[in-house]
């Protein structure tokens, strides 16, 4: 029952439109494609003067006619200069078409992908997308844009071969034809399962990138609990199994090769022994006889090849309907346009959340952050603080109540239009392998004096004039402190200036000296609306903020300013008593 679900569910799902990425491979690229494909079908003509030539020669030696095997050399050395040149247009017309359509197609594929939300990647395996625009990518251009050149080339060498033929004898073309029946229905029938073997190898394999990359990510994790053996165990195990696939895919091909192979002997056997037959008998020379068999393979090899080249064109068209899908998959929603200016507050009212429905992490809540105001979140760990900042920044949709911007509900805000509004500076903070400065900006173009300003007053102007801005930070800030790391991203995300800026313990990896200077200095700008969670409860700050919201256990227990709170003497006087800056 779970099978037939299983394939059931299979069936109804929407087929990806994978029409942009196949024009992808083209737009801007077809003069490219038309100037391989013309030398790729001149190439033909190679191969056909071959077998006219040896078939020549042959019947020359056989007639003792030196003068015509002169000419036949002569012929020989002027159409060697024409060769070259069709052979090196053709690999060079294809290498620069591959590499514009291979360009394009990862690049649509990118900035669809970077079209999601980040609701809609947060749900996602990075790991798929590793292996698609990787792995299958190489795939795609063996199989489907080589292919639709061999394709060509191979149909084409089998219809000239055949006129060639039918011109030096219509009986012995005949029995080619007849004999050619063995090897067709050999590679129609086995070429069908290279497609499914296809899809397997490309399947794993995104399981193993994804393994991979855990593993390296968590490398010190695995390192510090001494998993070591454990980590090599699921890598072995991953290992084999990705390589078992690609064996299974290969081994499949080695018996399409064979199997056409065998079948292709017989043909050209059956084809020389008619030749020989007809020869005996003076319908033909034996030229003509080595010329037929000659051009056997170019009916053979079309006969094996092209179900073969057709059905590794359907997989690997199979992998573009994958990478689609993919990224069409969790779409961002669609929503209305917001101006990046917050007039009036930020409104949750009621707001349930959990990552599992039956387990809700925020439970009825509701506040009001008024514009330009400062507040701070305060609660004991797994309070739900984090979550409720990545809810206002259109991490989830999955909410029950409302959170309305200017009395726009956030689930109708366009996704765009929300990170206009609102930065969120996190805990976990990640660096790209390149300059400080080009972390800060995010690789764009800011005046000297604002990426000066945003570097100052995030506390980076000791380690700019050690190190400079253009100092590498290593992959994922590798090159630098936890505090500076940090800095990197206070100052990135000042640099953006939003109107409303969301700081989730953003200073955890700071000194208490740096970190209070650094929000100290955040609270003193005007015009932001602030949300801060932290669990630095320093008098000194907790003052400046216009209100304080405590949670305890996903739920508003006390909301005040400091003096209110404290004068209460409840759950955030005991917290700020046990945990705070006296």
């Known amino acids: 029952m779970k099978l037939r679900a299983a394939k059931a569910a299979a069936r109804s799902k929407p087929v990806p439109d994978i029409k942009p990425y196949l024009r992808a491979f083209y737009e801007g690229n077809r003069l490219r494609w038309t100037a391989a494909m013309a030398f790729n079908i001149l190439s033909t003509v190679n191969m056909l003067f071959c077998s006219w030539v040896l078939g020549a020669v042959i019947d020359a030696a056989a007639a003792l006619d030196r003068a015509r095997l002169f000419r036949l050399l002569w012929i020989c050395g002027c159409f060697l200069p024409f060769a070259i040149v069709i052979g090196l247009g053709e690999t060079r017309c294809k290498t620069l078409f591959f590499r514009r359509a291979m360009e394009q197609y990862k690049s649509l594929a990118f900035r669809r992908l970077s079209e999601k939300s980040i609701s809609a990647f947060s749900q996602e395996n990075t790991g798929r997308y590793l292996s698609t625009l990787t792995n299958d990518a190489?795939?795609?251009?063996?199989?489907y844009l080589n292919n639709s050149f061999t394709v060509v080339y191979s149909a084409l060498q089998f219809c000239l071969a055949l006129l060639m033929m039918l011109?030096?004898?219509?009986?012995?073309?005949?029995?080619?034809?007849?004999?050619?029946?063995?090897?067709?229905?050999?590679?129609?029938?086995?070429?069908?399962?290279?497609?499914?073997?296809?899809?397997?190898?490309s399947d794993q394999n995104?399981?193993?990138?994804?393994?991979?990359?855990?593993l390296l990510g968590g490398f010190s994790v695995i390192k510090s609990f001494k998993a070591e053996e454990e980590a090599r165990s699921l890598f072995d195990e991953s290992n084999s199994l990705i390589e078992e696939k690609r064996m299974e895919r290969q081994w499949w091909r080695g018996i399409l090769n064979i199997a056409g192979g065998t079948a292709g002997f017989f043909m050209q056997f059956g084809v020389f022994f008619v030749g020989a037959f007809l020869a005996l008998r003076g319908s033909i020379t034996s030229g003509t006889v080595l010329i037929f068999v000659n051009l056997c393979n170019c009916i053979l090899s079309p006969i094996s090849d092209i179900p073969q080249y057709l059905s590794q064109r359907k997989a690997a068209r199979a992998l573009v309907e994958k990478l689609a899908g993919a990224v069409e998959e969790n779409t961002s929603r669609s929503g209305e346009p917001m101006e990046p200016v917050l007039q009036d507050a930020i409104s949750l009212q009621?707001?349930?959340?959990?990552?599992?429905?039956?387990?809700p992490v925020l439970k009825d809540l509701s506040l009001t952050l008024n514009a330009g105001k400062k507040y701070a979140l305060v609660g004991s760990s797994g309070?739900?603080?984090?979550?409720?900042?990545?809810l206002l920044m259109g991490g989830y949709d999955g909410y029950q109540g409302s959170i309305s911007l200017d009395g726009k509900e956030l689930r109708d805000i366009d996704p765009d239009s929300l990170y206009d509004l609102m930065s969120l500076m996190g805990q976990n903070v990640f660096l790209f392998d390149d300059t400080i400065r080009r972390n800060i900006t995010m690789f764009r173009d800011f005046?000297?004096?604002?990426?000066?300003?945003?570097?100052?007053?995030a506390g980076l102007a000791p380690l700019l004039e050690e190190k400079g801005e253009n100092y590498i930070c290593g992959e994922n800030g590798g090159n630098l402190s936890?505090?500076?790391r940090q800095r990197v991203s206070i100052a990135r995300c000042l640099l953006r200036g939003t109107p409303v800026l969301l700081l989730d313990e953003a200073t955890a990896a700071l000194d208490n000296q740096t970190a209070f200077e650094v929000v100290d200095s955040l609270l003193k700008l005007e015009g932001l609306t602030r949300l801060v969670v932290t669990h630095r409860l320093e008098k000194g700050?907790?003052?400046?903020?216009d209100g304080i919201f405590v949670l305890r256990n996903g739920q508003l227990c006390e909301t005040g300013t400091f003096e209110d709170l404290m004068s209460q003497k409840g759950y955030f006087y005991s917290l700020y008593n046990v945990t705070g800056e006296n």
Do not use: C, H, W
């Open 138 to 143: 190489v795939t795609i251009q063996t199989d």
């Open 167 to 201: 011109g030096y004898s219509p009986l012995l073309t005949l029995s080619v034809v007849l004999f050619s029946v063995l090897p067709m229905a050999v590679s129609l029938l086995l070429g069908q399962g290279l497609t499914p073997r296809e899809k397997a190898v």
């Open 206 to 214: 995104e399981r193993f990138v994804s393994l991979v990359k855990d």
């Open 350 to 359: 009621n707001v349930t959340f959990g990552y599992e429905p039956e387990k």
């Open 383 to 390: 309070s739900g603080k984090s979550t409720l900042l990545n």
């Open 447 to 457: 005046p000297d004096q604002q990426v000066s300003s945003a570097a100052r007053r």
């Open 482 to 484: 936890g505090g500076e």
């Open 541 to 545: 700050l907790l003052e400046q903020y």
